[in-house]
């Protein structure tokens, strides 16, 4: 089957790619899955457009910095525009390096919108947004239990 029949599949490696490169520190493989002209909003509410200030912007984040490494679990997935274009939804965590537990503070709720290119779904917009339920602090521990029940990502 391809990605082009199996849609939610394909939406589903991209997305869990994505979060892979992250956790290995990897610009160029985070990149790679975006669109030429693909934009990225980072949890700091930094505006990135286009693959390689994509790259340029990653790169010494990971030279310089332990990033913390993703978990996550998928929300949704649909189809759009005549199956051109898809949207998945997830909600993530990070557990510091070398730590025993996820920092809730960095919970996450991320949206990847997607398009078909010579046959393969890239990114088109990642954007990933705080899930700071500020005045709940039930569902922020909440959606902290279902990110830890997802497992520790691989180190």
Known sequence: MSDIDDWTGAARRVYFALLAAWNRQDAPAMAALFRERGSMVGFDGSAIDGRTA???HLAPIFAQHPTPRFVAKVREVRRMAGGQTLMLR???????????????E???????VLSLCDGEYRIEMFQNTPAAFHGRPAE?????AELREAGRPPT
């Open 90 to 104: 997830g909600v993530a965590g990070m557990w510091p390096r070398d730590a025993d537990d996820l920092n809730p």
């Open 54 to 56: 994509i790259e340029t």
């Open 140 to 144: 922020s521990e909440k959606l902290s």
């Open 106 to 112: 960095l919970n996450a709720v991320q949206t990847m």
